[in-house]
């Protein structure tokens, strides 16, 4: 399992960004994807999560309305697009699959994360 994330930077509040992750290594329309970020200090924590036919989708509260998750599954690809940009969204970001969907046990699934892609938030 290969999974490449890409798109961050250093932007100011309200700015805009978009996250890709590139995968490989497993059959990825079959898996629900997700996004998560850890900021330093704290713990990582899941910022949203897509179901295998981009139907369905999952936010944090922290992010809802600012934040979308999508995928092209003909690319093996997913999206994250975040507008309106805050510091507290200042963090490493991450994507994984995701299991448990529907209960209160959501959790990421691959135990090999990617090197991850920064997101600074600052004026």
């Known amino acids: 399992v290969q999974l490449v994330e890409s798109g961050g930077g250093l932007v100011q509040p309200a700015e805009s960004l978009r996250l890709s992750c590139v995968t490989s290594?497993?059959?990825?329309?079959?898996?629900?994807m997700s996004w998560h970020r850890q900021a330093p200090g704290k713990e990582r924590e899941l910022v949203a999560y897509?179901?295998?036919?981009?139907?369905?989708?999952t936010y944090a509260d922290s992010v809802k309305g600012r934040f979308t998750i999508s995928r092209d599954n003909d690319k093996n690809t997913m999206y994250l697009q975040m507008n309106n940009l805050k510091s507290e969204d200042t963090a490493g970001y991450y994507c994984?699959?995701?299991?448990?969907?529907?209960?209160?046990?959501?959790?990421?699934?691959?135990?090999?994360w990617g090197q991850g892609t920064q997101v600074t938030v600052s004026s």
């Open positions: 994984n699959s995701v299991v448990g969907v529907g209960t209160p046990w959501v959790r990421p699934w691959f135990s090999d």
């Open positions: 897509i179901r295998e036919d981009g139907g369905s989708t």
């Open positions: 290594g497993f059959i990825f329309m079959r898996y629900v």
